[in-house]
């Protein structure tokens, strides 16, 4: 059964930092992984989509890598701003149409 | 940018009464989904529905729950008889083919007391 941890479950750094959050999922036969965030009781909002065949997807200041064979994916996240303070969850689909999310990662930027 | 609606934001009920979350998914999508978030848990699926009829469910959608379409914009998740443990954010989904285009609501929160 696939399973899918973030880590760290919290972090909080200084403005200006670049940061980089993990997840890892046990079964290495996805078929895409995606990055959501998500605001305080608010919905999912997606920031990166990596199909397999990828090995990473980039948007302004975020950049995904995804290595299958290690189970691992990071979202880097150059020079946080307070704006970036959110819950960020990564997803993964394995042939259906469903995602299985992550715990995520509550990520708290200090002005 | 289209955006799933979802209707109410919020909502209060009683243990035991019925519920109907509302969806309005993109136009022309085909398909659609419901997950859950119970407070500071994971966001985890309930059930896919595609050409009318359920295509994948979770152990959590049990007989409590059902779906339907019942015109051409709308998705509703109905709960018969809430309890307690219902309480959670509902997000609906739908996606133009399998996983493209997937698109989240920003949820329904359901508070049963």
């Known amino acids: 059964k696939q399973e899918v941890t973030q880590i760290p479950a919290a972090l909080s750094v200084p403005e200006g930092e670049n940061l980089v959050l993990n997840c890892s999922f046990t079964?290495?036969?996805?078929?895409?992984l995606q990055w959501f965030r998500q605001d305080p009781g608010k919905g999912l909002t997606s920031l990166l989509l990596i199909q397999s065949s990828q090995r990473e997807q980039t948007s302004g200041r975020l950049n995904a890598s995804l290595d299958k064979s290690s189970g691992r994916s990071t979202l880097y996240i150059a020079a946080s701003q307070p704006g970036d303070s959110a819950t960020y969850l990564c997803?993964?689909?394995?042939?259906?149409?469903?995602?299985?999310f992550g715990t995520g990662t509550r990520l708290k930027v200090l002005a | 940018e289209p955006e799933v609606t979802q209707t109410p934001s919020h909502q209060v009920t009683q243990m035991g009464q019925e519920v109907i979350l509302r969806c309005v998914p993109i136009?022309?999508?085909?398909?659609f989904y419901w997950y859950r978030q119970i407070l500071g848990q994971k966001v985890e699926f309930l059930v896919s529905?595609?050409?009318?009829?359920?295509?994948?469910k979770s152990e959590i959608f049990d007989d409590q729950f059902s779906v339907e379409r019942p015109d051409g914009s709308n998705f509703t998740l109905k709960i018969r008889s809430t309890k307690l443990e219902d309480s959670a954010m509902y997000f609906c989904?739908?996606?133009?083919?399998?996983?493209?285009?997937?698109?989240f609501g920003s949820g329904t929160r359901l508070t049963v007391v």
């Open positions: 529905f595609y050409n009318n009829e359920i295509s994948e």
């Open positions: 997803a993964i689909t394995s042939g259906t149409y469903k995602y299985i």
């Open positions: 989904a739908s996606s133009e083919l399998g996983l493209y285009g997937y698109t």
């Open positions: 136009s022309n999508h085909l398909y």
């Open positions: 079964d290495s036969a996805i078929y895409n």
